[in-house]
């Protein structure tokens, strides 16, 4: 079982930034494959990155690619979104979602673990 817990969230101004934090916890948490998807009012769950267990690999979806960096901390026990060059259509619920399986998984159903997630708000 793997618990999680984002914070961060916030509102920010077009072109801002922030930084999102995910806390893991369980006794394999470090080695699952930790994804960040996210919701906007009226629209599906979408993938936003993911990262694999050592942090080695990573992949973004195209909406925030060059923008946005997905990183984990093991010894901590987090993983962490740094959002830059923030956008009106970034406006959304973002959440954190941790896989058992392998790397290569970009849709909601097959993360197996979900948090409760943070509200990003974009002002433009």
């Known amino acids: 079982q793997v618990q999680l817990a984002e914070s961060g969230g916030g509102l920010v101004q077009a072109g801002g930034s922030l930084r999102l934090s995910c806390a893991t916890s369980?006794?394999?948490?470090?080695?699952?494959?930790m994804g960040w998807f996210r919701q906007a009012p009226g629209k599906e769950r979408e993938f936003v990155a993911a990262?694999?267990?050592?942090?080695?690999?990573?992949y973004y979806a195209d909406s925030v690619k060059g923008r946005f960096t997905i990183s984990r901390d093991n010894t901590k026990n987090t993983v962490y979104l740094q959002m830059n060059s923030l956008k009106f259509e970034d406006t959304a619920v973002y959440y954190c979602?941790?896989?058992?399986?392998?790397?290569?998984?970009?849709?909601?159903?097959?993360?197996?673990?979900w948090g409760q997630g943070t509200q990003v708000t974009v002002s433009s």
């Open positions: 369980g006794r394999t948490a470090s080695s699952y494959v």
């Open positions: 979602a941790a896989r058992g399986k392998g790397w290569g998984a970009y849709t909601r159903t097959e993360y197996d673990y």
């Open positions: 990262i694999n267990w050592s942090g080695g690999s990573t």
